[in-house]
């Protein structure tokens, strides 16, 4: 990837960063909210792809079972393009944390977004974590 972004590159990479800032910090409504009502993901822990409430229950449980404050991501950006008003997001992640129990628990997944801008702002619409 580009070492500089363009700006609207850089506006939907920002939007990733959010989504993982909300996600290890706990902060599930704001991280919600960068979903889109219809999105169809298939996060690396699912068996099939599901819709929101699918992803709200999967990052729920995640957060109920991780110690505040104990979970770190590392992103390797390999692609951003932007078409219109849908951005596609290329990347790996390097996931640490903690669960109640005292565990580390370590995941590495490759993921795609496809980000739609909206009147609310740009959503994910569609996306797929497999592990690494």
């Known amino acids: 990837m580009e070492s500089k972004l363009a700006d609207a590159q850089q506006e939907v990479w920002d939007e990733e960063l959010r989504y993982w800032r909300t996600r290890t910090t706990g902060?599930?409504?704001e991280h919600m909210s960068l979903w889109h009502d219809e999105v169809a993901a298939w996060g690396s822990m699912l068996q099939k792809p599901g819709t929101k409430t699918d992803m709200r229950t999967n990052v729920?449980?995640?957060?109920?079972?991780?110690r505040p404050g104990q979970y770190t991501v590392d992103l390797e950006l390999f692609?951003?393009?932007?078409?219109?008003?849908f951005a596609f997001v290329f990347y790996r992640t390097h996931e640490v944390r903690t669960d109640l129990a005292g565990n580390r628990k370590e995941a590495r997944v490759r993921i795609?977004?496809?980000w739609w801008r909206t009147p609310q702002g740009w959503q994910i619409i569609a996306g797929m974590g497999a592990a690494i």
Do not use: I, M, P, Y
């Open 27 to 29: 902060k599930l409504e």
């Open 60 to 66: 729920a449980g995640v957060l109920r079972d991780t």
């Open 79 to 85: 692609n951003v393009r932007v078409e219109g008003d």
């Open 112 to 114: 795609t977004h496809t």
